[in-house]
């Protein structure tokens, strides 16, 4: 099959990527933001001759396992922190770094992450105790949002997402509904919720925050998946240019650091002064005292490429939007964000994600994932029962002929081994299972005593843990709901389909749960 989707001509937009009007932006680029201040004070260190008697152990010796396999040139780079030249000393390069962060996002201070937005939100969570006794929180958040329930003992009003049944996705809250939890919560700490979704779906961040403001609490928005937003015309605006108060940003993950890096911003408004030095001690709980420089320099060249290098991440659009077009022209396959429109919480779509309804070519989200892995050297993000996700990283053009031809040498109908792989998890399609009841606080059940029992013993029992489908990682039980069947046969037949996982499970096939004694 020869299927081209290179196109060096201006590409029409698409509905769901490009906005009708101008979008307000923090990004505001000054000269300093041409410098990488803490990559090049690593980068000039590791130029020395240095006789390295400190951690870590491996002390670039160019002999060593490590420089053999990755190279001297990653080994000379580890540094610890606490150096002069690096992170100590005043206008250090660190402390340059992170000012021309905020900077960049319009925030009044950033924090550097090294272990991923899940540090972000678990220190959001351990904050908002200070400002009352009741977290305000989207049902679909990820799980690390429900860790930090556990780590600051908050109750949890949750507001319910909108649902689409027949993709089995979970999108984001309405403004109405926020405003209605706010009030009958009367000791409300913030509000906290999601937005972009796994799937790109934005949400209304201005309603919502302003929502949460005429309630008198913060909005703290997780935008792991909306790092870079602002930077380009076609993206969405960042949630901090729309009024949230405090905004976990998983850099990693499409603008461009290293793995497990990302940051925490605090926006310049009314809860700013409150908030801060909240949230510097909470990092301090919870940062490694052996933060990674690697990491650390990764997010300083993300921030300069996302600030430097608009016209890169229009290309990254462009592809993203012949991808969809090509999808949309072949017909074998739908692209999920074209039906966003029957959701009144989506306001816009994230433009480098495509999500593709392969169930509508005649093979499931997770046997198609499975095969371009296997088959075609093709690895996508996520799989979900009826499609998959795949991203492109802000900056980045990958070969979406490639993509596109793999996609459509998938088997259609679905053969007999995808049919049997479909057919170990039940058959059928695969739907979010409604939560069951609260009965206990996420903190409350995690430290109860609990007991092991088999799976289908747990039904009605009160969850000691947290089950989460992942990826994406949005919890389906919680500690201290109550187990429903339907639950327990979701999360089973998850683990059974193809490269399919439960975290917090206690085994690959979730055939027993943890519930409180």
Known sequence: MNIRTTDHRTPSPSPTSVPTAPVPSPFRPGVGQLRT????????????????????????????????????????????????????????????????????????????????????????????????????????????????????GLDAVFVQPSVDPEQGIAHGVTAADVAAALERTPDAAAVYIVSPSYFGAVADVRAVAD??????????????????????????????????????????????????SAMLHLAEGPFADLLEPLVDRAFRLVQST???????????????????????????????????GAVRALGRFTVVSDGFHAFPDIVRADPLRVAIDTRAGGITGH?????????HQVMVEVATDAAIVAVIGAGCVPDTDRFVEALHTLPSPLTNDSAGAAAAGGGGVLQLPAPGGTKLTARGA??????????????????????????????????????????????????AAPNGHVRGALDAGVTRLRVVA
């Open 37 to 152: 201040p803490y990559a090049e004070a690593v980068l000039g260190h590791a130029g020395r001759d240095w006789l390295r008697l400190n951690v870590p152990g491996h002390a670039a010796a160019p002999g060593s396992d490590l420089a053999a396999f990755f190279g001297p040139r990653i080994t000379a780079l580890d540094f610890p922190p606490l150096l002069d030249g690096i992170d100590l000393g005043p206008d250090s390069p660190l402390d340059t770094a992170l000012a021309l962060a905020a900077d960049a996002w319009g925030a009044r201070r950033t924090w550097f992450l090294t272990n991923g937005a899940s540090q972000g939100n678990q220190i959001a969570s351990m904050v908002a105790p200070a400002l009352g006794r009741t977290l305000v929180v989207q049902r679909s958040v990820h799980s690390s949002v429900i860790d930090g329930l556990v780590l600051s």
């Open 367 to 375: 046997e198609a994932r499975r095969r371009l892995f296997r088959d």
């Open 446 to 495: 995690f430290l109860s005593p609990a007991v092991v029992v088999p799976a289908e013993e747990a039904v009605g029992r009160i969850s000691a843990d947290t089950l989460a489908a992942y990826p994406p990682g949005i919890p389906n039980v919680l500690p201290g709901e109550v187990i429903t069947a339907e639950a327990v046969r979701f999360l089973q037949r998850t683990a």
């Open 211 to 260: 929502a949460a403001h005429a309630a008198g609490v913060p909005l703290i928005v997780d935008e792991a998946w909306g790092s870079h937003f602002g930077f380009h015309p076609s993206l969405p605006a960042g949630a901090l240019s729309l009024g949230a108060d405090l905004v976990t940003s998983s850099t990693h993950k499409l603008a461009g650091s290293l793995t497990q």
């Open 290 to 324: 052996s933060a990674s420089a690697l990491l650390t320099a990764s997010l300083d060249l993300a921030r300069r490429n996302l600030v430097t290098a608009a016209d890169a991440t229009g290309s990254s659009v462009a592809a993203a939007d012949r991808v969809r």
